[in-house]
Nanobody
Framework: QVQFVESGGGLVQAGGSLRLSCVASGSTLIRDAIGWYRQAPGKQRERVAVIGRSGSTSYADSVKGRFTISRDNAKNTVYLQMNSLKPEDTAVYYC?????????WGQGTQVTVSS
């Protein structure tokens, strides 16, 4: 069974940086179009970044210019570099295919940004 596994979250002050990592256990699915998503308390899950098979990227307006999505096919890993973090970036971050599949959701990684 394929499942995405996220890591790299933590507690950081506003203005700080974190890099999240995403791997797909038991699959090379990570080489498909992959998105990073987040869910803040009381809010719906939203997609913040996506990277296509060719490496093309797109971002939600709320993170554009601050977050960078990338992939390392040799390591079967997709990253989310997050800079200039804001308290409103606080959420659980997940990765999944660009069209998310219910069975692929992992546990996510908590990102908390203090003011």
């Amino acid at each position: 069974q394929v499942q995405f596994v996220e890591s790299g979250g933590g507690l950081v002050q506003a203005g700080g940086s974190l890099r999240l990592s995403c791997v797909a256990s038991g699959s090379t699915l990570i080489r498909d179009a992959i998105g990073w998503y987040r869910q803040a308390p009381g809010k719906q899950r939203e997609r913040v970044a996506v990277i296509g098979r060719s490496g093309s990227t797109s971002y939600a307006d709320s993170v554009k210019g601050r977050f960078t999505i990338s992939r390392d096919n040799a390591k079967n890993t997709v990253y989310l570099q997050m800079n200039s973090l804001k308290p409103e970036d606080t959420a659980v971050y997940y990765c999944n295919t660009a069209v998310p599949q219910y069975d692929y959701w992992g546990q996510g990684t908590q990102v908390t940004v203090s003011s």
